[in-house]
């Protein structure tokens, strides 16, 4: 299955509450990415305490392949009326903006699960980009596990996805597990060893373990200040400032270092600032600003 969480904010909720005001935006417009299920419910129907938690266990499972909207049928009546619902509990399930499939009443678990999977088919593929940006979103906001897990699931699905790939060496490099995220990219399917987001994993590797031995950074701008032909200051200056998120001025010194002696330590400036680049995405400002001056001055 593929893996979705609702445990950030940063990434869409699998499971909510709708009104009458919001219907349209987290069940109609919501469907058109991934299945919606809507669960019409009241806080006095017995059955609907039985069913509520089993359908939510079953749409967490799933992981981000559908996803979960209750209506209290008390509150949103108007909701309840045009699509005819007579009795509760009632499920409705929406794909495209339309429904495609309904049933009344409590169900067990496992037909809960044959009704769950029969609208993840009607997605296809789909999932699979909902759970990435899923993923992408919890290592944003610092949910490292929840990341871990998601990738791992999504790659139980495709294992050759370098993107999921990727990001599942990266998570490891946000636990601060270097090794283990090492052995990851290491042992890369041969089909996607040299993808752009294996070689950025690796290049975030060998950034991690440079900032790990990186200098004071007040110390190490007070020796290039004193001395601007230090150039193994300047260096490790650069290197301390990207270990503190200061990328573009990493970028800066380095081009710097480069400008005064390009051949300096057989060309580690130059070969540092592609491992900067490749660290980042390809269309980063920092990356393509930092390219065409970098190309201004070889070509100069």
């Avoid at 005819?84 to 009632?90: C, D, K």
């Avoid at 150039?231 to 970028?251: N, S």
Wanted: proline share 4%; net charge negative; with cysteine.
């Amino acid at each position: 299955m593929l893996g979705l969480s609702e445990k950030t904010a940063a990434v869409p909720t699998v499971i909510k509450d709708t009104t009458e005001a919001t219907f349209l935006a987290d069940v109609i417009e919501a469907s058109r990415e991934v299945p919606v299920i809507v669960d019409f419910w009241a806080p006095w129907c017995g059955p609907c305490k039985t069913l509520g938690p089993l359908l939510e266990a079953a749409v967490t499972a799933a992981k981000g392949r559908v996803r979960m909207v209750k209506v209290d049928v008390d509150q949103n009546q108007r909701i309840a009326a045009q699509l005819r619902v007579q009795s509760i509990p009632a499920v409705y399930a929406f794909w495209q903006g339309q429904p495609v499939d309904a049933f009344q009443g409590a169900l067990p678990g496992s037909d809960i699960k044959k009704f769950i999977d029969k609208l993840t088919a009607l997605a296809g593929d789909g999932g699979l980009a909902d759970a990435l940006e899923a993923a992408e979103g919890m290592l944003a906001e610092g949910a490292v596990v929840d990341a871990v897990e998601t990738f791992a699931a999504i790659l139980d699905e495709e294992p050759q996805n370098a993107v999921a790939y990727g990001g599942l060496v990266r998570a490891h490099i946000a636990m601060g597990d270097l090794d283990q995220a090492e052995a990851f990219a290491n042992g890369a399917p041969a089909a996607i060893a040299k993808s752009k987001e294996i070689e950025a994993a690796r290049a975030q590797i060998e950034l991690a373990r440079q900032a790990a031995k990186a200098g004071p950074e007040r110390e190490l701008r007070a020796a290039v200040e004193a001395d601007a032909q230090d150039h193994q200051a300047r260096f490790d200056l650069a290197t301390a400032l990207h270990a503190t998120g200061k990328v573009e001025e990493a970028v800066d010194e380095l081009l710097e270092l480069f400008r005064r002696d390009r051949e300096w330590n057989d060309g580690a400036a130059r070969a540092q600032l592609f491992t900067l680049f490749d660290a980042l995405k390809p269309q980063d400002p920092i990356v393509l600003k930092g390219r065409r001056r970098l190309s201004s001055m070889i070509f100069s």
